[in-house]
């Protein structure tokens, strides 16, 4: 069955600098992976997916994801932090078995200092 | 276009009552997925339909179930509540539900069983 790790609880990291958000993943096959974030008292918002193709993903505000194979890592980054990204971010992957379920890690609440 | 509906958004039932909590998916979209989450277990998988089909069951007992109607619409049932079934139940709804298409999430209905 797929899985997906997050080993930080919470990341801090000051406004303006660099932000990483960790994810290792098992799957059988080749994966899909997913990044939402989540606001207090919300849903999930889409960041952004790998399928297939560059290993650098670009998606919503400004935020990216590395594929690494080898690894098995799928890591959230963002150029410069901003307090608005104060929030609980979740990594997901599907596998291509035709088991459409999405299993999520654990969620890291990123807190971004002024 | 309108995202995900989810309604009510809060709910309060006592042990032993049922519950039926209600998910309008974006328009075209065709597969429904719910999910449970919790402060302690994390989002959990419920069940995926696609037009009308169950097609996943995560691990849950036969207390919970859903039906999908032709517009899509969907609806989830709890019988019997139990206190630990107070949650945030997220429904989600994607165009193909195949594997590589992101889940666009409701803002969720939060359960408090008393």
């Known amino acids: 069955a797929q899985s997906v790790a997050q080993p930080e609880d919470q990341v801090n990291v000051a406004e303006g600098n660099p932000l990483t958000v960790k994810c290792t993943y098992s799957?059988?096959?080749?994966?899909?992976l997913f990044w939402y974030v989540q606001y207090p008292n919300r849903g999930l918002q889409f960041l952004l997916k790998?399928?297939?193709?560059?290993?650098l993903v670009k998606g919503s505000y400004g935020f990216e994801a590395e594929f690494n194979k080898s690894q098995t890592s799928f890591h959230l980054k963002k150029p410069s932090a901003l307090v608005s990204d104060s929030a609980l971010y979740f990594c997901?992957?599907?596998?291509?078995?035709?088991?459409?379920?999405?299993?999520f890690g654990k969620g890291n609440q990123v807190v971004v200092i002024p | 276009k309108a995202g995900v509906t989810q309604t009510p958004r809060y709910l309060i039932k006592t042990r032993g009552q049922q519950v039926t909590l209600s998910c309008s998916p974006i328009?075209?979209?065709?597969?429904v997925s719910w999910y449970q989450q919790t402060p302690g277990q994390g989002l959990q998988f419920l069940f995926e339909y696609f037009s009308e089909t169950q097609r996943n069951k995560g691990n849950f007992p036969g207390r919970f179930s859903g039906r999908q109607f032709s517009n899509s619409r969907s609806e989830m049932n709890v019988s019997t509540l139990e206190l630990g079934d107070s949650a945030l139940y997220l429904c989600a709804s994607s165009r193909t539900g195949n594997e590589g298409t992101e889940a666009f999430f409701g803002q969720g209905t939060r359960l408090t069983v008393v």
């Open positions: 997901a992957v599907r596998d291509m078995n035709g088991n459409n379920r999405l299993a």
């Open positions: 790998y399928i297939t193709g560059d290993n």
């Open positions: 799957v059988s096959g080749n994966p899909y």
């Open positions: 328009s075209g979209h065709r597969s």
